[in-house]
């Protein structure tokens, strides 16, 4: 996931070794990077941040997801 000043392109092609193994799906957190769109200041909390990512796992329909973050 891309951060506060960086979309998730900077992880990029260093992570897509880890296509071999993993399914990957990159995505930006809500309001950072390529995901700031009508995304309201006030509607980003510790209980979305949580929840983001499990809504991404609903979507592709995976029963879990291993969740890799830096900084």
């Known amino acids: ?5 960086f979309d ?4 990029l092609p260093e992570m897509d070794r ?4 993993f399914r ?3 995505c930006d957190q809500r309001g950072r990077g390529k995901s700031t769109g009508n995304v309201v200041p006030e509607e ?3 209980q979305s941040e ?12 995976l029963e879990s997801l291993a969740l890799l973050g830096s900084s």
Do not use: K, Q
């Open 18 to 21: 880890l296509a071999d193994v």
């Open 1 to 5: 996931m891309g951060g506060p000043d």
């Open 50 to 61: 949580i929840a983001d990512p499990d809504a991404v796992r609903a979507y592709f329909r």
């Open 44 to 46: 980003i909390s510790l």
């Open 24 to 26: 990957l799906i990159h």
């Open 8 to 11: 998730h392109n900077y992880l």
